[in-house]
């Protein structure tokens, strides 16, 4: 059994206390955030056990293969110092982006190391990408985790898999 079918047979039912609302306003706001270069507010979405993943090719185990990002909330705050420096070349100047989500599922609840359950969650994106040099489009899927903090809604996991992650891939700026 793969790592990836692993994860699937872990999830529960979905927890009650999710709004699809809700849900589809917190993953739209963080786009925007991320799209609209608003490092503070983006960082502040995420939980200090956050973990943020993207998978080179097929990766189903990224402690034995090589990924493009795997932060943990540490590196998050690293990767945004450097962002916010203005010195970091693949930003520099800034890309204008804007992110399109669709195709939200509710995927499941996945117990966490506080004791409750986190709702996951999938959805495809598409990127547009403007630069001096040109205009790229990337598209995907990400899965995400969510976790309910003082009754707010946290981002605890994402994993941002690129349609075309098995060919060479030039500067994924977009990225943060």
């Known amino acids: 059994?793969?790592?990836?079918?692993?994860?699937?047979?872990?999830?529960?039912?979905?927890?009650?206390?999710?709004?699809?609302?809700?849900?589809?306003?917190?993953?739209?706001?963080?786009?925007?955030y991320a799209d609209e270069l608003n490092y503070d507010a983006w960082e502040a979405l995420w939980t200090d056990d956050a973990l943020y993943w993207v998978p080179v090719a097929s990766t189903d185990d990224p402690l034995r293969q090589m990924s493009v990002i795997y932060d943990n909330r540490s590196r998050i705050s690293t990767r945004l110092k450097q962002v916010r420096t203005g010195k970091r070349h693949a930003q520099a100047p800034p890309s204008n982006l804007r992110r399109l989500l669709s195709?939200?599922?509710?995927?499941?609840?996945?117990?966490?190391?506080?004791?409750?359950?986190?709702l996951e969650v999938a959805a495809n994106f598409l990127v547009l990408e403007s630069r001096d040099r040109g205009n790229n489009l990337w598209g995907g899927r990400t899965t995400y985790r969510l976790r309910r903090v003082d009754g707010s809604l946290r981002l605890t996991y994402k994993k941002v898999v690129l349609v075309d992650?098995?060919?060479?891939?030039?500067?994924?700026?977009?990225?943060?």
């Open 165 to 176: 992650n098995d060919k060479p891939l030039p500067t994924l700026s977009f990225l943060i």
């Open 1 to 32: 059994m793969t790592a990836t079918a692993a994860a699937v047979q872990d999830l529960g039912p979905v927890p009650e206390d999710f709004d699809r609302w809700e849900v589809e306003q917190f993953l739209y706001r963080e786009a925007r």
């Open 103 to 118: 195709n939200i599922e509710f995927l499941g609840g996945r117990a966490n190391p506080e004791g409750g359950i986190d």
